[in-house]
């Protein structure tokens, strides 16, 4: 008989703790959201929700106010999001954060993975006929192959 000591925590060995969702407004996106909710709900795990603003150096050279619309963005994703948890509120409840990021969406989900220390990933499907050619964040994600990712169509 061998005596049981109790094990060092290991990351992602107990379930998910934070699972992270990409947000951008649009409807793939959305879906991926309710998704990794009814995930965080059913695992007990904290929702990560992210928002990635996009940086445009053309356009703030053109003098367009690109922070402001991107940060009008997030707070209509912000409001959304609150409306929707309001709305479950007293049938379920789950945990959830916003939080924004900036840069390109593969670059600024990396981060907010690696800063939230997410052990899973949830996107939504391209809808960009471009991402066909050079590849989505979706696809990016999985072949980084650091977390679980799970592809909402």
Known sequence: MTEQRPQQFERGTDGPKVILVGVDGSDS?????????GLARRQNALLAIVYVQPVMPAGAA???????????IAES???EIRSAA?????IW???WEFHT???DP???LVSAADELKADAVVVGASESAGHRIIG?????LVKAGRWPVTVVP
């Open 29 to 37: 996106s959305l879906r991926a959201a309710a998704y990794a909710s």
């Open 62 to 72: 053109l003098g367009v106010p690109v922070a402001d619309t991107t940060g009008e």
């Open 77 to 79: 994703l912000v409001a």
């Open 86 to 90: 309001e709305r479950v509120r007293g």
């Open 93 to 95: 409840n789950v945990r």
């Open 101 to 103: 990021f900036r840069g």
């Open 106 to 108: 593969y670059g600024g």
């Open 136 to 140: 989505s964040v979706a696809v990016r």
